[in-house]
Protein backbone atom coordinates (compact mmCIF):
# COMPACT_ATOMS: atom_id res chain seq x y z
CA UNK A 1 0.00 0.00 0.00
CA UNK A 2 1.66 3.82 -0.66
CA UNK A 3 1.34 5.67 1.71
CA UNK A 4 1.85 8.91 -0.34
CA UNK A 5 -1.56 7.92 -2.42
CA UNK A 6 -2.98 11.22 -2.90
CA UNK A 7 -6.69 11.23 -3.94
CA UNK A 8 -7.51 12.72 -7.78
CA UNK A 9 -9.47 15.46 -6.02
CA UNK A 10 -6.31 16.39 -4.71
CA UNK A 11 -3.72 15.03 -7.04
CA UNK A 12 -5.49 17.03 -10.17
CA UNK A 13 -6.15 20.33 -8.47
CA UNK A 14 -5.17 22.84 -10.76
CA UNK A 15 -2.54 25.15 -9.93
CA UNK A 16 -3.34 27.89 -12.47
CA UNK A 17 -6.71 29.36 -13.63
CA UNK A 18 -6.16 28.08 -17.07
CA UNK A 19 -7.05 24.86 -15.28
CA UNK A 20 -10.45 25.58 -13.92
CA UNK A 21 -13.13 23.89 -15.99
CA UNK A 22 -16.31 25.98 -16.91
CA UNK A 23 -15.78 28.77 -15.23
CA UNK A 24 -14.68 30.85 -18.42
CA UNK A 25 -16.21 34.43 -17.24
CA UNK A 26 -14.49 34.19 -13.90
CA UNK A 27 -11.43 33.47 -15.41
CA UNK A 28 -11.12 36.20 -17.95
CA UNK A 29 -12.13 38.92 -15.46
CA UNK A 30 -9.72 37.83 -12.41
CA UNK A 31 -6.55 37.74 -15.01
CA UNK A 32 -7.78 41.09 -16.70
CA UNK A 33 -8.04 42.53 -13.34
CA UNK A 34 -4.78 40.97 -12.45
CA UNK A 35 -2.97 42.08 -15.27
CA UNK A 36 -4.16 45.39 -15.40
CA UNK A 37 -3.37 45.72 -11.12
CA UNK A 38 -7.03 46.39 -10.12
CA UNK A 39 -7.21 44.02 -7.56
CA UNK A 40 -10.38 43.76 -4.61
CA UNK A 41 -9.74 44.22 -1.23
CA UNK A 42 -12.55 41.37 -0.72
CA UNK A 43 -13.97 38.75 -3.00
CA UNK A 44 -17.04 36.63 -2.74
CA UNK A 45 -16.83 33.50 -4.35
CA UNK A 46 -20.29 32.01 -4.38
CA UNK A 47 -21.48 28.52 -6.25
CA UNK A 48 -22.54 24.94 -6.25
CA UNK A 49 -19.97 22.15 -4.32
CA UNK A 50 -17.13 21.00 -6.28
CA UNK A 51 -16.85 24.03 -9.30
CA UNK A 52 -13.64 25.49 -8.21
CA UNK A 53 -14.37 27.98 -6.07
CA UNK A 54 -11.80 27.20 -2.96
CA UNK A 55 -9.47 25.97 -5.50
CA UNK A 56 -9.90 29.65 -7.58
CA UNK A 57 -8.96 31.45 -4.07
CA UNK A 58 -5.63 29.22 -3.93
CA UNK A 59 -4.99 30.54 -7.54
CA UNK A 60 -5.70 33.90 -6.53
CA UNK A 61 -3.24 34.01 -3.63
CA UNK A 62 -0.73 32.40 -6.11
CA UNK A 63 -1.01 35.16 -8.59
CA UNK A 64 -0.93 37.71 -6.18
CA UNK A 65 2.27 36.43 -4.07
CA UNK A 66 3.82 35.07 -6.89
CA UNK A 67 8.32 35.78 -6.41
CA UNK A 68 7.88 36.86 -10.02
CA UNK A 69 5.70 39.44 -9.70
CA UNK A 70 1.63 39.67 -9.76
CA UNK A 71 0.35 37.79 -12.87
CA UNK A 72 -2.59 36.47 -14.56
CA UNK A 73 0.11 33.52 -14.51
CA UNK A 74 1.53 32.44 -11.75
CA UNK A 75 4.70 30.58 -12.37
CA UNK A 76 3.96 27.51 -9.98
CA UNK A 77 7.64 26.72 -9.71
CA UNK A 78 8.98 29.59 -7.25
CA UNK A 79 9.23 28.64 -3.07
CA UNK A 80 5.97 31.28 -2.43
CA UNK A 81 3.61 29.11 -5.59
CA UNK A 82 4.65 25.87 -4.27
CA UNK A 83 4.19 26.50 -0.67
CA UNK A 84 0.50 27.75 -1.59
CA UNK A 85 -0.10 24.93 -3.62
CA UNK A 86 0.64 22.59 -0.33
CA UNK A 87 -1.51 24.69 2.08
CA UNK A 88 1.89 25.73 4.22
CA UNK A 89 2.27 29.17 3.01
CA UNK A 90 2.04 31.49 6.52
CA UNK A 91 0.42 34.14 4.74
CA UNK A 92 -2.11 32.44 2.76
CA UNK A 93 -4.40 31.19 5.74
CA UNK A 94 -7.20 28.95 5.06
CA UNK A 95 -10.32 28.90 7.59
CA UNK A 96 -13.35 26.90 7.74
CA UNK A 97 -16.15 29.26 8.30
CA UNK A 98 -17.94 25.73 9.72
CA UNK A 99 -15.66 25.14 12.93
CA UNK A 100 -14.72 28.67 13.08
CA UNK A 101 -17.55 30.85 12.98
CA UNK A 102 -17.59 32.63 16.65
CA UNK A 103 -17.07 36.40 16.80
CA UNK A 104 -13.68 35.68 18.92
CA UNK A 105 -12.36 33.69 15.46
CA UNK A 106 -12.77 36.54 13.74
CA UNK A 107 -11.23 38.72 16.66
CA UNK A 108 -7.86 36.90 16.31
CA UNK A 109 -7.85 37.36 12.68
CA UNK A 110 -8.13 41.38 13.08
CA UNK A 111 -5.93 40.77 16.39
CA UNK A 112 -3.19 39.45 13.68
CA UNK A 113 -3.57 42.14 11.38
CA UNK A 114 -1.78 44.18 13.33
CA UNK A 115 1.79 42.31 12.41
CA UNK A 116 2.90 43.18 8.81
CA UNK A 117 3.12 40.47 5.96
CA UNK A 118 6.44 38.42 5.43
CA UNK A 119 5.01 38.18 1.89
CA UNK A 120 3.94 40.55 0.03
CA UNK A 121 0.23 40.19 1.27
CA UNK A 122 -2.06 38.74 3.48
CA UNK A 123 -4.51 36.40 2.60
CA UNK A 124 -7.50 35.11 4.34
CA UNK A 125 -9.30 32.43 2.53
CA UNK A 126 -12.79 31.77 4.44
CA UNK A 127 -14.75 28.69 3.08
CA UNK A 128 -18.49 28.10 4.28
CA UNK A 129 -18.58 31.97 5.45
CA UNK A 130 -21.96 32.11 5.28
CA UNK A 131 -22.06 29.56 8.57
CA UNK A 132 -20.46 32.75 10.85
CA UNK A 133 -22.91 34.12 13.45
CA UNK A 134 -24.30 37.48 13.21
CA UNK A 135 -21.70 38.92 15.45
CA UNK A 136 -18.92 37.50 13.79
CA UNK A 137 -20.26 38.85 9.92
CA UNK A 138 -20.53 42.47 12.65
CA UNK A 139 -16.98 42.49 13.65
CA UNK A 140 -15.53 41.23 9.82
CA UNK A 141 -17.63 44.38 8.83
CA UNK A 142 -15.08 47.10 10.27
CA UNK A 143 -12.12 45.35 8.69
CA UNK A 144 -13.71 45.27 5.53
CA UNK A 145 -14.66 48.93 5.52
CA UNK A 146 -11.47 49.85 6.95
CA UNK A 147 -9.03 47.08 5.46
CA UNK A 148 -5.19 47.15 6.46
CA UNK A 149 -2.49 47.59 3.54
CA UNK A 150 -1.16 44.44 2.15
CA UNK A 151 -4.31 42.06 3.19
CA UNK A 152 -6.95 40.44 1.31
CA UNK A 153 -9.99 38.59 1.90
CA UNK A 154 -11.75 35.89 -0.22
CA UNK A 155 -14.84 34.24 1.32
CA UNK A 156 -16.27 31.01 -0.54
CA UNK A 157 -19.75 29.82 -0.05
CA UNK A 158 -22.51 27.46 -1.57
CA UNK A 159 -25.31 29.73 0.07
CA UNK A 160 -24.97 33.20 -1.00
CA UNK A 161 -28.17 34.65 0.31
CA UNK A 162 -27.42 33.61 3.83
CA UNK A 163 -24.33 36.01 3.48
CA UNK A 164 -25.42 39.76 4.66
CA UNK A 165 -25.64 42.34 1.94
CA UNK A 166 -23.62 44.21 4.10
CA UNK A 167 -20.32 42.16 3.59
CA UNK A 168 -21.71 41.28 0.25
CA UNK A 169 -21.64 44.82 -0.99
CA UNK A 170 -17.97 45.22 -0.55
CA UNK A 171 -16.81 42.41 -1.77
CA UNK A 172 -16.38 41.65 -5.56
CA UNK A 173 -18.93 38.83 -6.17
CA UNK A 174 -18.45 36.23 -8.50
CA UNK A 175 -20.78 33.21 -9.20
CA UNK A 176 -19.53 29.93 -10.41
CA UNK A 177 -21.51 27.63 -12.20
CA UNK A 178 -22.64 24.07 -12.64
CA UNK A 179 -19.90 22.58 -15.57
CA UNK A 180 -21.69 21.41 -18.45
CA UNK A 181 -22.10 17.03 -19.01
CA UNK A 182 -19.78 17.96 -22.02
CA UNK A 183 -17.22 19.38 -20.10
CA UNK A 184 -17.26 16.90 -17.52
CA UNK A 185 -17.50 14.52 -19.83
CA UNK A 186 -14.12 15.10 -21.73
CA UNK A 187 -12.21 15.94 -18.58
CA UNK A 188 -13.09 12.56 -17.29
CA UNK A 189 -11.98 10.80 -20.57
CA UNK A 190 -8.58 12.51 -20.67
CA UNK A 191 -8.13 12.13 -16.81
CA UNK A 192 -8.89 8.35 -17.14
CA UNK A 193 -6.71 8.20 -19.70
CA UNK A 194 -3.66 9.68 -18.22
CA UNK A 195 -4.43 7.51 -14.84
CA UNK A 196 -4.65 4.36 -17.22
CA UNK A 197 -8.29 3.47 -16.26
CA UNK A 198 -10.03 1.38 -18.16
CA UNK A 199 -13.46 2.70 -18.81
CA UNK A 200 -16.01 2.34 -21.52
CA UNK A 201 -17.66 5.89 -22.43
CA UNK A 202 -20.83 4.67 -22.21
CA UNK A 203 -19.50 4.16 -17.62
CA UNK A 204 -18.35 7.78 -18.00
CA UNK A 205 -22.11 8.97 -19.46
CA UNK A 206 -22.75 7.44 -15.84
CA UNK A 207 -20.65 8.83 -13.83
CA UNK A 208 -21.00 12.32 -15.54
CA UNK A 209 -25.12 11.98 -14.82
CA UNK A 210 -24.21 11.09 -11.12
CA UNK A 211 -21.94 14.02 -10.59
CA UNK A 212 -24.55 16.90 -11.79
CA UNK A 213 -22.16 19.08 -13.32
CA UNK A 214 -19.44 18.89 -9.96
CA UNK A 215 -16.22 18.28 -10.75
CA UNK A 216 -15.18 17.27 -7.73
CA UNK A 217 -17.55 14.52 -7.30
CA UNK A 218 -17.00 13.58 -10.58
CA UNK A 219 -13.18 12.77 -9.97
CA UNK A 220 -14.47 10.69 -6.82
CA UNK A 221 -16.64 8.67 -8.23
CA UNK A 222 -14.19 7.56 -11.19
CA UNK A 223 -12.09 6.57 -8.26
CA UNK A 224 -14.60 5.04 -6.75
CA UNK A 225 -14.81 2.83 -9.76
CA UNK A 226 -11.01 2.76 -11.00
CA UNK A 227 -10.06 0.19 -8.64
CA UNK A 228 -12.21 -2.40 -11.36
CA UNK A 229 -10.64 -2.95 -14.79
CA UNK A 230 -12.64 -2.63 -17.57
CA UNK A 231 -15.30 -0.87 -16.62
CA UNK A 232 -18.19 -1.07 -18.06
CA UNK A 233 -21.73 0.60 -17.87
CA UNK A 234 -23.50 -2.38 -16.01
CA UNK A 235 -20.51 -2.34 -13.85
CA UNK A 236 -20.57 1.43 -12.94
CA UNK A 237 -24.43 1.26 -12.55
CA UNK A 238 -23.90 -1.66 -9.98
CA UNK A 239 -21.27 0.13 -8.06
CA UNK A 240 -22.23 4.10 -8.20
CA UNK A 241 -26.14 2.74 -6.97
CA UNK A 242 -27.72 3.77 -10.62
CA UNK A 243 -30.50 0.92 -11.48
CA UNK A 244 -29.84 -1.17 -14.52
CA UNK A 245 -31.65 0.90 -17.75
CA UNK A 246 -33.84 -2.47 -18.43
CA UNK A 247 -35.89 -2.53 -15.20
CA UNK A 248 -36.02 1.27 -15.36
CA UNK A 249 -37.69 0.40 -19.10
CA UNK A 250 -39.82 -2.13 -17.12
CA UNK A 251 -41.13 0.04 -14.50
CA UNK A 252 -42.04 2.59 -17.21
CA UNK A 253 -43.94 0.18 -19.25
CA UNK A 254 -46.08 -1.13 -16.19
CA UNK A 255 -46.66 2.37 -15.42
CA UNK A 256 -47.68 2.74 -19.26
CA UNK A 257 -50.19 0.01 -19.38
CA UNK A 258 -51.40 1.00 -15.93
CA UNK A 259 -50.32 -2.24 -14.48
CA UNK A 260 -49.73 -1.34 -11.00
CA UNK A 261 -49.17 -5.00 -9.70
CA UNK A 262 -46.43 -5.10 -12.23
CA UNK A 263 -44.83 -1.97 -10.70
CA UNK A 264 -45.19 -3.07 -6.96
CA UNK A 265 -43.48 -6.70 -8.21
CA UNK A 266 -40.52 -5.18 -10.40
CA UNK A 267 -40.16 -2.49 -7.45
CA UNK A 268 -39.95 -5.34 -5.02
CA UNK A 269 -37.63 -7.34 -7.45
CA UNK A 270 -35.02 -3.77 -7.17
CA UNK A 271 -34.98 -3.61 -3.75
CA UNK A 272 -34.16 -6.86 -3.16
CA UNK A 273 -31.25 -6.69 -5.46
CA UNK A 274 -30.15 -4.26 -3.10
CA UNK A 275 -30.63 -0.94 -4.04
CA UNK A 276 -31.94 1.68 -2.29
CA UNK A 277 -36.05 3.20 -3.01
CA UNK A 278 -33.79 6.66 -3.13
CA UNK A 279 -31.89 4.68 -6.17
CA UNK A 280 -34.43 3.47 -7.67
CA UNK A 281 -36.52 6.72 -7.39
CA UNK A 282 -33.44 9.03 -8.56
CA UNK A 283 -32.79 6.36 -11.65
CA UNK A 284 -36.30 6.80 -12.81
CA UNK A 285 -36.63 10.63 -12.62
CA UNK A 286 -33.25 10.66 -14.88
CA UNK A 287 -34.68 7.95 -17.33
CA UNK A 288 -38.19 10.33 -17.44
CA UNK A 289 -35.85 13.99 -17.66
CA UNK A 290 -33.82 12.45 -20.16
CA UNK A 291 -36.83 11.05 -22.22
CA UNK A 292 -38.42 14.95 -22.74
CA UNK A 293 -35.49 16.04 -24.92
CA UNK A 294 -35.19 13.07 -27.31
CA UNK A 295 -37.57 13.11 -30.08
CA UNK A 296 -37.30 9.58 -30.81
CA UNK A 297 -41.51 7.90 -30.90
CA UNK A 298 -40.09 4.85 -28.72
CA UNK A 299 -39.22 7.24 -25.90
CA UNK A 300 -40.95 7.38 -22.03
CA UNK A 301 -42.30 10.68 -22.50
CA UNK A 302 -44.16 9.37 -25.47
CA UNK A 303 -45.55 6.20 -23.98
CA UNK A 304 -46.54 7.89 -20.92
CA UNK A 305 -47.63 11.01 -22.63
CA UNK A 306 -45.91 14.29 -22.30
CA UNK A 307 -48.48 15.33 -19.31
CA UNK A 308 -48.08 12.08 -17.61
CA UNK A 309 -44.80 12.21 -17.96
CA UNK A 310 -44.10 15.99 -16.27
CA UNK A 311 -46.37 14.80 -13.29
CA UNK A 312 -44.86 11.63 -12.55
CA UNK A 313 -41.67 13.99 -12.59
CA UNK A 314 -43.26 16.29 -9.84
CA UNK A 315 -44.01 13.42 -7.94
CA UNK A 316 -40.40 11.72 -8.04
CA UNK A 317 -38.88 15.01 -7.05
CA UNK A 318 -41.08 15.57 -4.38
CA UNK A 319 -40.10 12.19 -2.72
CA UNK A 320 -36.32 12.88 -3.51
CA UNK A 321 -36.62 16.71 -2.02
CA UNK A 322 -35.77 15.68 0.60
CA UNK A 323 -31.92 14.20 -0.20
CA UNK A 324 -32.06 16.57 -3.01
CA UNK A 325 -31.45 13.70 -5.26
CA UNK A 326 -32.43 15.90 -8.14
CA UNK A 327 -30.35 19.04 -9.07
CA UNK A 328 -32.19 22.83 -9.10
CA UNK A 329 -31.67 22.78 -12.73
CA UNK A 330 -33.61 19.50 -13.27
CA UNK A 331 -36.36 20.51 -10.72
CA UNK A 332 -36.54 24.04 -12.46
CA UNK A 333 -36.88 22.45 -16.02
CA UNK A 334 -39.58 20.28 -15.05
CA UNK A 335 -41.50 23.38 -13.60
CA UNK A 336 -40.91 25.35 -16.24
CA UNK A 337 -42.37 22.36 -18.60
CA UNK A 338 -45.20 21.57 -16.57
CA UNK A 339 -46.41 25.79 -17.19
CA UNK A 340 -46.10 25.62 -20.63
CA UNK A 341 -48.47 22.81 -20.96
CA UNK A 342 -50.86 24.27 -18.50
CA UNK A 343 -54.10 25.65 -20.45
CA UNK A 344 -56.68 27.82 -18.61
CA UNK A 345 -58.75 26.68 -15.53
CA UNK A 346 -62.10 26.00 -16.36
CA UNK A 347 -64.76 24.70 -13.92
CA UNK A 348 -66.90 21.09 -14.67
CA UNK A 349 -70.04 23.30 -14.72
CA UNK A 350 -69.14 25.49 -17.47
CA UNK A 351 -67.53 22.47 -19.59
CA UNK A 352 -70.75 21.44 -19.37
CA UNK A 353 -73.30 23.83 -20.35
CA UNK A 354 -70.59 24.47 -23.08
CA UNK A 355 -70.99 20.45 -23.77
CA UNK A 356 -75.14 21.25 -24.10
CA UNK A 357 -74.80 24.34 -25.96
CA UNK A 358 -73.11 23.03 -28.79
CA UNK A 359 -74.87 19.68 -28.81
CA UNK A 360 -78.03 21.46 -28.70
CA UNK A 361 -77.62 24.71 -30.72
CA UNK A 362 -78.53 26.00 -34.18
CA UNK A 363 -75.57 24.91 -35.91
CA UNK A 364 -76.70 21.04 -35.37
CA UNK A 365 -80.58 21.26 -35.51
CA UNK A 366 -80.53 19.43 -39.15
CA UNK A 367 -80.60 15.25 -38.35
CA UNK A 368 -77.62 13.76 -39.94
CA UNK A 369 -77.98 10.62 -42.21
CA UNK A 370 -76.61 7.99 -40.04
CA UNK A 371 -72.96 6.95 -40.85
CA UNK A 372 -71.99 3.37 -41.65
CA UNK A 373 -70.41 1.79 -38.47
CA UNK A 374 -69.31 5.34 -36.87
CA UNK A 375 -67.39 3.83 -33.91
CA UNK A 376 -65.46 1.40 -36.07
CA UNK A 377 -64.69 4.03 -38.52
CA UNK A 378 -62.89 6.19 -35.71
CA UNK A 379 -60.80 3.47 -34.32
CA UNK A 380 -59.41 2.67 -37.78
CA UNK A 381 -58.64 6.62 -38.04
CA UNK A 382 -57.18 6.32 -34.39
CA UNK A 383 -55.18 3.74 -35.41
CA UNK A 384 -53.52 5.85 -38.63
CA UNK A 385 -53.22 8.56 -36.13
CA UNK A 386 -51.33 6.02 -33.95
CA UNK A 387 -49.08 5.64 -36.58
CA UNK A 388 -48.07 8.77 -37.94
CA UNK A 389 -48.05 10.58 -34.42
CA UNK A 390 -48.24 9.09 -31.27
CA UNK A 391 -48.15 12.44 -29.54
CA UNK A 392 -51.68 13.65 -31.09
CA UNK A 393 -52.62 9.74 -30.55
CA UNK A 394 -52.24 9.90 -26.70
CA UNK A 395 -54.41 12.96 -26.39
CA UNK A 396 -57.24 11.28 -28.34
CA UNK A 397 -57.29 8.13 -26.35
CA UNK A 398 -60.29 8.89 -24.65
CA UNK A 399 -62.17 10.67 -26.52
CA UNK A 400 -65.37 9.73 -28.98
CA UNK A 401 -66.38 11.04 -32.10
CA UNK A 402 -69.53 11.76 -34.43
CA UNK A 403 -70.29 13.33 -37.93
CA UNK A 404 -72.83 16.05 -37.90
CA UNK A 405 -73.18 18.27 -41.11
CA UNK A 406 -70.09 17.63 -42.68
CA UNK A 407 -68.23 17.72 -39.67
CA UNK A 408 -66.27 15.36 -37.39
CA UNK A 409 -67.21 16.13 -33.66
CA UNK A 410 -64.63 14.45 -31.34
CA UNK A 411 -65.30 15.00 -27.82
CA UNK A 412 -62.81 15.23 -25.12
CA UNK A 413 -62.84 14.27 -21.39
CA UNK A 414 -59.76 16.44 -21.02
CA UNK A 415 -60.43 20.07 -21.73
CA UNK A 416 -56.35 20.91 -21.94
CA UNK A 417 -56.10 18.71 -24.77
CA UNK A 418 -58.79 21.12 -26.93
CA UNK A 419 -56.36 23.71 -27.11
CA UNK A 420 -53.12 21.57 -27.81
CA UNK A 421 -55.07 19.77 -30.62
CA UNK A 422 -56.17 23.14 -32.29
CA UNK A 423 -52.49 23.85 -33.07
CA UNK A 424 -52.14 23.63 -36.55
CA UNK A 425 -49.55 20.85 -36.72
CA UNK A 426 -51.74 18.67 -34.15
CA UNK A 427 -55.13 19.40 -36.37
CA UNK A 428 -53.78 18.30 -39.35
CA UNK A 429 -52.53 15.45 -38.48
CA UNK A 430 -55.86 14.42 -37.86
CA UNK A 431 -57.47 16.23 -41.08
CA UNK A 432 -55.04 13.69 -42.97
CA UNK A 433 -56.08 10.94 -41.17
CA UNK A 434 -59.92 11.81 -41.53
CA UNK A 435 -59.59 12.13 -45.46
CA UNK A 436 -58.04 8.58 -45.53
CA UNK A 437 -60.97 7.34 -43.30
CA UNK A 438 -64.52 8.81 -44.52
CA UNK A 439 -63.23 9.08 -48.23
CA UNK A 440 -64.03 13.13 -47.66
CA UNK A 441 -63.21 16.56 -46.36
CA UNK A 442 -64.45 16.80 -43.18
CA UNK A 443 -64.37 20.12 -41.13
CA UNK A 444 -62.72 19.02 -37.65
CA UNK A 445 -64.57 20.00 -34.73
CA UNK A 446 -63.19 19.70 -30.95
CA UNK A 447 -65.36 19.81 -27.80
CA UNK A 448 -64.34 19.81 -24.39
CA UNK A 449 -66.57 16.79 -22.73
CA UNK A 450 -67.50 16.81 -19.15
CA UNK A 451 -63.85 15.85 -17.07
CA UNK A 452 -62.99 12.78 -15.76
CA UNK A 453 -63.39 13.32 -11.97
CA UNK A 454 -63.86 10.32 -9.33
CA UNK A 455 -64.35 12.30 -7.15
CA UNK A 456 -68.32 13.54 -8.62
CA UNK A 457 -68.80 9.83 -8.17
CA UNK A 458 -68.51 9.96 -4.25
CA UNK A 459 -71.76 10.34 -2.37
CA UNK A 460 -70.16 13.00 0.19
CA UNK A 461 -69.11 14.67 -2.40
CA UNK A 462 -72.45 15.06 -4.34
CA UNK A 463 -74.11 16.07 -0.92
CA UNK A 464 -71.57 19.09 -0.12
CA UNK A 465 -71.81 19.92 -4.15
CA UNK A 466 -75.58 20.23 -3.72
CA UNK A 467 -75.77 22.15 -0.20
CA UNK A 468 -73.17 24.54 -1.33
CA UNK A 469 -73.77 24.72 -5.21
CA UNK A 470 -70.20 24.01 -5.77
CA UNK A 471 -68.09 21.92 -7.91
CA UNK A 472 -65.32 19.98 -8.70
CA UNK A 473 -62.10 21.09 -9.77
CA UNK A 474 -58.39 19.78 -10.78
CA UNK A 475 -55.45 21.50 -8.93
CA UNK A 476 -52.07 20.85 -11.22
Not at 138 to 156: G, Q, V, W
Not at 219 to 241: C, F, M, N
Not at 398 to 415: D, F, G, Y
Request: aromatic share 6%; charged share 30%; with cysteine.
Amino acid sequence: MKEDYLILARKLRPEDFDGLIGQKHVVETIKNALEKGKIAQAYLFSGPRGVGKTTAARVLSKAINCEKGISSKPCCECSSCKAISESRFQDVIEIDGASNRGVDDIRSIRENLLYTPVSRERIYIIDEVHMLTKEAFNALLKTLEEPPPNTRFIFATTEPEKVPQTIISRCQRFDFKLVGDTAVFDYLKIVSEKENINISEEALNVIVRKAQGSVRDSLSLLEQISVYSDIDEKKAREILGEVSINSIKDIIKALSDHEAKEVLLICDSIIREGYQPNDIAHSLALALYDSLKKTSDDTPSNRLGIDRTLRALELLSSFLDVNSKLSPKIRLEILLARIARMVDTKSVKDLILKYENINHGDSFKEAEPAVKNPDQQYSQMLKEIENENKVVYHYLVNSTAEVKNESLVITLPNPGFVKLLQNKGNSSVIQKASLKIWKRDLKIVFLQGPAENEADNDENVKKIKNLFGGEVIEIN
